[in-house]
């Protein structure tokens, strides 16, 4: 039986891992009736825990990745959900700090955890239910007979219960439709704070707690909930480890930044503004060029070939970038590269996994931030490589529609500048 330390160093994604946390609940009943819509509580255990994540995560693995981390992305909080008082007065604290903030009865929350496994867990997470918004990773720790109050956030999550047993509460429907931040009640429901500066509807929200469902996770246990649901936290016994997966919304206006900056690829005048004011009142020629790019897009929007076409590839860009953090976790060494031998066996990389928009004559490949665009007789090619699980280099020759070959050379220099990108890796 391999070690736990063994599963962790030759972790690889499946691409199943939604699969693998729903258990027997088919993908597509989860995303119909629960994704953005209601809370799910999955039950597992610790053997699946240690399968779902190749070796689990504990206590070691967080203060691992903690040593990377920072201690800028720390913080203690109280029961109440306060920051703690520090040196700093934002409840930052140092990794040395965590056990003497626990021994007081203080929550620790690790954001941004610089953790490969983790990271590439949330990447698969993301493009497996087609999300545009940006994912974090936070450890929670708390001790007995501490937690979080009753709040909202603004992003889904899934908590997966890591070490100890926790007490969630949690409403069966969302209280708030896409809140914009964070929400805290008291124990009667009423509004205690807002993390934003928040509008009289807002603090008038009141909280039914006789209604909300009450649920204990023990390890390999999870709660996916999304935002808008009311939930709270209280450890049963101490300390906890939480694992937590948010995964934070795309607002119209992101998504149409990037369908701009799309169309500001094909136009010279949508690229380079308007001339300078020489008042400070806005002069006529720049609403003249604010309405004629409206007008321009509105022609756009109505030619729906073109349309579709430039939405999908700016869609496919949101869907296969998880945002900096798990990027800078998952960042390919750029060391130089061996070249390729045709016996060597490669894949597809599913650290970052490649979300791809295709055409008869042209293939977009998204992989985090990047995109490699590809056309003529390199797109079947690409569309090969892309459905393999694994092959020989030297087979790569023959990806082509026609009866001809690939020269080796080519083929070669198209695998190392692809293993150099980093969506192929080679097989240990």
Known sequence: MPTQEALRARYR???????????????????????????????????RLESLLQGGFDRRD????????????????????????????????????????????????????????????AAQLKTQVGHPGEVALFATLSPAGNGFPLHVDSSDAF?????????????KERLVEAPRGTILFDDEGEVTSC???????????????????EVVLEPGDILYSP?????????SNGPTLNLNLLFYPASFSDLIGRLLSELSELSPKWRSGPAAPTTSALPSDVKRYIRERLDELSTWVDDARDADALWERAWRKAVADPGEAIRKSLAV??????????????????RLPPVAS????ELHVFYGDRELHVSGEWVPFMRTLLAKKTFVAEAATTWSDTSRAHPWSTTREYLEALLHEGVLERCA
């Open 13 to 47: 994604a499946t691409g199943r891992e939604l699969k693998e946390i729903l258990g027997p609940m088919p993908v597509r009943r989860f995303m119909a009736r629960y994704w953005g819509r209601r809370p799910l509580v999955i039950r597992g255990g610790a053997r």
């Open 62 to 121: 967080l203060e691992r990745a903690l040593d990377d981390s920072g201690a800028q992305e720390l913080e203690a909080f109280d029961g109440l959900g306060r920051c703690a008082e520090t040196d700093d007065g934002d409840g930052s604290i140092s990794p040395n700090e965590v056990q003497a903030k626990l021994a007081r009865g203080m929550n620790v929350v690790a954001e941004k955890l610089d953790d490969t496994r983790i990271a590439a867990f």
């Open 159 to 171: 908590f997966i219960q890591c070490e100890g047993r926790k007490r969630f509460r949690f409403s």
């Open 195 to 213: 993390q934003f500066d928040a509008e009289d509807h807002e603090l008038e929200l009141r909280v039914d707690v006789s209604q909300l469902r």
């Open 227 to 235: 935002a808008g649901v009311v939930h709270g936290t209280e450890a």
């Open 333 to 350: 060494d750029a060391t130089p590269l061996h070249r390729v031998r045709k016996s060597e066996r490669l894949r597809v990389t599913r």
């Open 358 to 361: 295709a055409s008869k004559s």
